[in-house]
């Protein structure tokens, strides 16, 4: 039975995105060959030219996928906080610590900055900047946040500040005590947002 196009494409580049993840995660991106992770997918160096354009279009792909299963992880985890603040909190620190993960600490917080640029550049970045300038802003309804401070601003500072911690944590040579210094002094941040007077979170 003949398969339609679509659906040999998507396997396609599923088979190269998987074994480009598995030689990015365990060698590293410098280490990893074309070669090699073509022929683990049985595939040639022409599919993944025509796919990906060249090795770093692969890497770009790749952690697109681990940052959409990053986000579905933090959104659970984040969505059993008793109050939306602490939501808020959850959800910047568990990213954080995920750079504790070996194969998210290699290719989503070392690789990938040193061959993509600051990750406040990449394609998801504008979506999570987006995503905390709305809880900011509905903190800020809810007299939890202090009303002087932009959403918008205060997102991008958080955004950057959350980067870089991560990659702290993933290029220390003490990851797990490196994870607790910077998690406390982020925490330290977030809670100069908070309104010192009025309703405080729970």
Known sequence: MHRPRKEMIAETRAKLITAARHAFGTI???EASM???TASAGLTRGALY???GDKKGLLQAVIAEIDGEMA????????????RWQHFVDECTTYIEMALEPEI???MF?????????????PNANACVGSMTDHLTALQQDGVVVPGVDPETAARLINGASSQAA??????????????????AFKQLLEGLLKKQGPQPV
């Open 110 to 122: 070392r690789d990938g900055p040193a061959v993509l640029g600051d990750p406040a550049q990449w």
């Open 35 to 37: 070669d090699d992770f």
């Open 50 to 52: 025509h796919h990906f």
């Open 105 to 107: 600490q290699r290719i």
């Open 72 to 83: 579905v992880r933090i959104n659970e985890i984040a969505s059993k906080a008793p109050t």
């Open 28 to 30: 590293g991106y410098a």
């Open 167 to 184: 990659q702290r944590i993933a290029n220390s040579s003490d990851p797990e005590a490196t994870s607790k210094t910077v998690v406390a």
